[in-house]
């Protein structure tokens, strides 16, 4: 019996520096990602020496230094000593292809930022809310939200009218958007994906929804700036939605892209839904990945990360003001259900090609 427990008393030692080590190289990623050092070494064919790299990055040798030992010694970048003691860099271009700019929809590296930038923004608050079960408010987090809407919307200028749109529904939605439909996007942010959508399909009217009155500013400033008609922006509440009844099946095509885990009344939130569509009328909900169950999660290749932005952003802006608190790992279980509790009868799950992070919940009212 003590022979078991020493040997596990060392496996997990040996487990707790492997944490300490890639939590410290998640932060230095992170910082090598900001300042573009990752991607001033992708152009280098040969190893460099500090000096040189730190040159066309416009940064201080003596930092960049000290980040290469970490990036060195935890094997992101590769060590070439030279027979005059000099030490060069280099990054492969195969863990390039994964952490840079240029990685497109493979860009793993961007990811590097969020951990780092959820414990500037919110340590503090999610801490105390431990003791006080109170959720932590949106204010907390301008730097995170503009991180999270920046990723957002490279994705959705990449994918989101050829990819995405033309895959809903077999293909028959984009036929319906180019002959003219009215089309909501609920938590729309800055409204980049509306904006998209209502250039690519003048004859249909777009209308986007969200909480922040600073976002649906942006938005409408954005739209001005581009000359945009056939677009508006509310600022609103969706769990209010079925207050209003001017908005009753008044939609025929709605989407939710990463925003119903966030809600404080999520089942109020998707019921509004239902009440705005038109009769036949389809919802787009794309959110996490995950099983309602942790037991479910325990093998999901990210599934500490997942968790951890759970904690630390989805599940206090959840719990503001009493809220459900759902938290991100809400999975599809729970998401039909609630889906199907709000009136939906048709729920299609589906696999989104290059997203593994989400699933799109497909309904029809």
């Given amino acids: ?18 944490i300490l080590n890639y939590g410290a190289l998640n932060l230095a990623m992170a910082i090598g990602y900001r300042t573009g050092l990752f991607d001033v070494m992708d152009t280098f064919d040969a190893p460099q020496t500090v000096s040189r790299i730190a040159a066309k990055a416009g940064l201080n040798p003596r930092y960049v230094r000290e980040w290469l030992g970490v990036m060195a010694t935890g094997g992101i970048v590769e060590l070439a000593p030279t027979a005059d003691g000099r030490h060069l860099f280099l990054l492969p271009k195969a863990h390039a292809d994964l952490i840079t700019r240029r990685a497109g929809n493979a860009n793993l590296g961007v990811y590097t930022q969020e951990i780092p930038l959820l414990t500037a923004c919110a340590m503090e608050p999610v801490i105390r809310g ?6 932590v408010h949106y204010d907390h987090y301008p730097r995170f939200q503009a991180f999270i809407s920046e990723l957002a919307n490279a994705k959705h200028r990449e994918v989101l009218v050829d990819q995405f749109l033309p895959g809903v529904d077999g293909g028959r939605l984009i036929k319906r958007l180019i002959a003219g439909i009215r089309v909501c996007d609920l938590g729309c942010a800055e409204g980049v994906a509306l904006i998209l959508m209502a250039q690519a399909f003048p004859r249909s009217r777009f209308v986007g929804i969200d909480l922040s009155e600073a976002a649906i500013a942006e938005a409408q400033k954005e739209a001005q700036r581009q000359n945009i008609r056939n677009v508006n922006f509310l600022s609103m509440d969706a769990a209010g939605l079925r207050d209003h009844r001017e908005f009753c099946d008044g939609f025929d095509y709605v989407t939710a892209f990463d925003a119903i885990h966030d809600q404080t009344r999520p089942l109020e939130a998707l019921r509004g839904i239902h009440h705005i569509l038109a009769p036949d009328g389809l ?3 794309v959110d996490i990945a995950a099983e309602t169950r942790l037991a479910d999660n325990m093998n999901h290749p990210l599934g500490p990360f997942l968790y951890t932005v759970s904690l630390m952003h989805c599940l206090p802006v959840g719990l503001v003001d009493g809220g459900t608190g759902l938290g991100m790992m809400w999975g599809r279980e729970k998401a039909v259900k609630m889906l199907r509790d709000a009136g939906f009868r048709q729920v299609e799950v589906l696999e989104i090609p290059h997203d593994p992070f989400n699933l799109h919940f497909f309904c029809r009212k």
């Fill in 283 to 285: 919802f787009s909900m």
């Fill in 130 to 135: 431990f003791y006080t079960g109170d959720g």
């Fill in 1 to 18: 019996m003590a022979a078991k427990s020493a040997a596990r008393r060392e496996a997990f030692s040996k487990k707790m520096g492997e």
